[in-house]
């Protein structure tokens, strides 16, 4: 059975940081491409980032570009999000999965996390 479980969620101030992390289980983490996607209140839920198996590659929404960083720990089952100058509008539940490739959609994706809420404040 395929775990994904998402910590470092939280209120902060605009124009702080935080770091969400997602350790995985259950599957050959090394060999899975990763993703993060969000959902804002009364929004679709929508693609943040990807990293591929190895961690070579990466790949963002337009939005986050500059702000946020995908990377992975393959020795700790582990992908992370470092998110920089938050905004309001990055204010979301935040969900890590498994995908099939770097800019997935959202039906192509093969499990999800439960998701952790980041709260931007003013």
């Known amino acids: 059975q395929v775990q994904l479980v998402e910590s470092g969620g939280g209120l902060v101030q605009a124009g702080g940081s935080l770091r969400l992390s997602c350790a995985v289980s259950?599957?050959?983490?090394?060999?899975?491409?990763m993703g993060w996607f969000r959902q804002a209140p009364g929004k679709d839920r929508e693609f943040v980032a990807g990293?591929?198996?190895?961690?070579?590659?990466?790949n963002y929404v337009d939005s986050v570009k500059g702000r946020f960083i995908i990377s992975r720990d393959n020795a700790k089952n582990t992908v992370y999000l470092q998110m920089n100058s938050l905004k309001l509008e990055d204010t979301a539940v935040y969900y890590c999965?498994?995908?099939?490739?770097?800019?997935?959609?959202?039906?192509?994706?093969?499990?999800w996390g439960q998701g952790t809420q980041v709260t931007v404040s003013s």
């Open positions: 259950g599957r050959t983490f090394s060999s899975s491409v």
């Open positions: 990293i591929s198996s190895s961690g070579m590659y990466t």
């Open positions: 999965a498994v995908v099939p490739r770097l800019r997935p959609r959202k039906d192509e994706v093969d499990y």
